[in-house]
């Protein structure tokens, strides 16, 4: 059992999240240009890529709610399973160490 991957996951879901709340922040900052977040795999470690999405041009922001919204759903799901997880190793090795004394 490892909660590295765990606490990695963690880490780049919140970046992830960090993003999303910074688009739908400037939801109405005229000429805002989102910056769209992909979760890739390096080994064994999620890692989060930021970059600015493509300009459409318009002088009203770019950014859009209808995306913004579900991922921040799917990315509090995902720190929640791995908080679950995280919390079930930590009473599995509580446990264990309590047989052992």
Known sequence: MNITNN????????????????NIANVNTDGFI??????????NSPI???????DT??????TDL??????QIVTGSVAEV???AIKT??????TLLDIKA
């Open 82 to 84: 791995n908080v679950a």
């Open 48 to 54: 989060a890529n930021a970059r600015l999405a493509d």
């Open 66 to 71: 209808a995306k913004e919204i579900p991922d």
């Open 7 to 22: 606490i990695s996951s963690l880490q780049t879901n919140q970046t992830f999240l960090n993003t999303t709340a910074n």
């Open 34 to 43: 989102p910056k769209d977040t992909r979760i890739t795999n390096s080994g």
């Open 89 to 94: 190793e930590d009473e599995m090795f509580g």
């Open 57 to 62: 041009g318009s002088a009203k922001s770019q």
